[in-house]
C-alpha cells in the first residue's frame, strides 16, 4: 500500500513536469519547423522527431523535479510526518520512486529510442546535411552516378543495399543518360547493381533489366557520412559498431550513444536520489521552496554539462568510454546518497 502510493505520486508529479516540458519544448520546435515545411503535416512530423530526438536529455531533469515535487507536497499535507512516525527511513521513501525511475528508463531505451530513431532517419532534412528531402544521396562523379535511396540495410564490412532507390547516370556534358528504379539497389566489389530494374533511356524507352556499373563509392564512405549515432536504436547499435569496427571507422561517438542509452536508467535513480537530498528538513528550514528550485534546476543543468563534457573527451578518446558514462551519475549518487546519509531525515 505504502509503495503504490509514493509511487503514484511521484509518477503525477512527474508526469506533469515532463508534460509542461514537453509542451514547451514541441512548441518551440514546431513554430521552428513551419516556416520551412512544405505544408501543416509536414511540420508537424519534423516537430515531432526533434522531440523524441532531445527526450532523453531532459529526462533527468523531470525526474529531479519530480521528486522534489513529491517531496514538498507530502510535507505541506503532513503525510511526510506520518510516513516516518512508522519508522521508515529516507532510502524507504525513496525506493518506489526509484523504481519508477529506472522502469522510466528501460521504456525510453525499449520504446522511446526505437521509435525516435525511426523518425529521424525519414524526417532528416537538408539543414542536417546528412539526408536531404528525407532520403539518402550519395554521388560518384567519377562515374556520372548519383543516387537516391529512401534508407540503406544489410551493411556489412563491403557492401550495403540502398531500399527504393533511384540511379541517375550522366554523360560528361552533365546530361542525363539514364534513370534506373528499383526496389534494392545492392552497392558491393565496387560495382552498383540491380536485378530487374526498371530503366529509362535517352531515347524514352523504359526497360525492365539487370544492370551492374563500376564505382568508386564505399559502404565506409556512405556509413560514415550517413548512420550518425542517433539515427540508430538502441537494439541495432551493437551490431553497426562491430561493423564499423571491421570497417576500420571510429566507434566512439556510436559507443557513447549506446552506453549513454544503456546507463540511461542509472542516471535517472541518480537523479531521484538528488532531488530526496534536496528535500533534507534542515535544508528546507534554510531555504524557501522557490529557492530550493532555483537552486536544483541549476544544479541539474550542471550535471548536464558535466556529462556532455565527459561524452566529448570519451568520443576523443581521451577517456574510456564506460568510465565516462558511468562517472558523472556515479559522483552524483556518492553525493546525494552521503547528504542524505548525514542528516537521514526527509
Known amino acids: 500500500m505504502f509503495f503504490r502510493f509514493i509511487a503514484a505520486r511521484f509518477t503525477g ?4 513536469v515532463l508534460l509542461a516540458v514537453c509542451g514547451i519544448i514541441y512548441a518551440t520546435s514546431f513554430m521552428q519547423q513551419v516556416a520551412g515545411a512544405p505544408n501543416m503535416a509536414a511540420a508537424v512530423q519534423s516537430s515531432f522527431a526533434h522531440f523524441l530526438e532531445i527526450f532523453p536529455m531532459f529526462l533527468p531533469l523531470a525526474v529531479f523535479l519530480g ?12 503525510e511526510l510526518t506520518i510516513i516516518q512516525s512508522a519508522g521508515l527511513s529516507a532510502f ?46 550519395v554521388m560518384d562523379r567519377e562515374a556520372g552516378i548519383t543516387i537516391r535511396a529512401e ?13 527504393n532507390a ?26 552498383v547493381a540491380a536485378r530487374q530494374a526498371s530503366v529509362l533511356e535517352s531515347d524514352g524507352i523504359t526497360r525492365v533489366q539487370d544492370f551492374s556499373y563500376r564505382t568508386i563509392l564505399s559502404p565506409t564512405k556512405i556509413v560514415q557520412r550517413y548512420l550518425k549515432p542517433n539515427q540508430v536504436s538502441f537494439w541495432q547499435l551493437p551490431r553497426l559498431i562491430n561493423v564499423l569496427g571491421g570497417m576500420g571507422v571510429s566507434t566512439n561517438a556510436h559507443l557513447m550513444q549506446f552506453l549513454s542509452l544503456l546507463f540511461l536508467p542509472f542516471v535517472l535513480i541518480s537523479m531521484t536520489v538528488l532531488g530526496a537530498a534536496f528535500s533534507q528538513t534542515k535544508q528546507r528550514r534554510m531555504i524557501s521552496m522557490s529557492r530550493q528550485f532555483g537552486i536544483g534546476i541549476i544544479t541539474c543543468f550542471v550535471v548536464y554539462f558535466m556529462i556532455q563534457i565527459f561524452n566529448a573527451i570519451a568520443v576523443s578518446g581521451a577517456m574510456h568510454p564506460v568510465l565516462a558514462t558511468v562517472l558523472p551519475p556515479a559522483i552524483v549518487l556518492f553525493f546525494a546518497t552521503a547528504a542524505i546519509t548525514r542528516v537521514d531525515n526527509i
Do not use: C
Not at 13 to 16: P, T
Not at 67 to 78: A, E, G
Not at 97 to 118: D, H, K, Q, R, W
Not at 169 to 179: D, L
Open 13 to 16: 508529479n512527474m508526469f506533469v
Open 67 to 78: 521528486t522534489l515535487i513529491t517531496f514538498y507536497k507530502l510535507l505541506v499535507s503532513s
Open 92 to 137: 524507504a521513501i525513496m525506493l518506489p520512486m526509484i523504481i519508477v525511475s529506472l522502469l522510466l528508463g528501460v521504456v525510453t531505451i525499449a520504446i522511446v529510442n526505437p521509435l525516435s530513431a525511426n523518425y529521424i532517419a525519414r524526417e532528416l532534412g537538408d539543414s542536417r546535411i546528412e539526408r536531404i528531402d528525407g532520403a539518402v544521396w
Open 151 to 163: 534508407n540503406i540495410r544489410n551493411i556489412t564490412d563491403d557492401s550495403l543495399d540502398f531500399v
Open 166 to 191: 533511384t540511379l541517375i547516370r550522366e554523360n560528361i556534358s552533365h546530361q542525363i543518360t539514364e534513370r534506373i528504379d528499383a526496389p534494392v539497389i545492392a552497392l558491393s566489389g565496387g560495382r
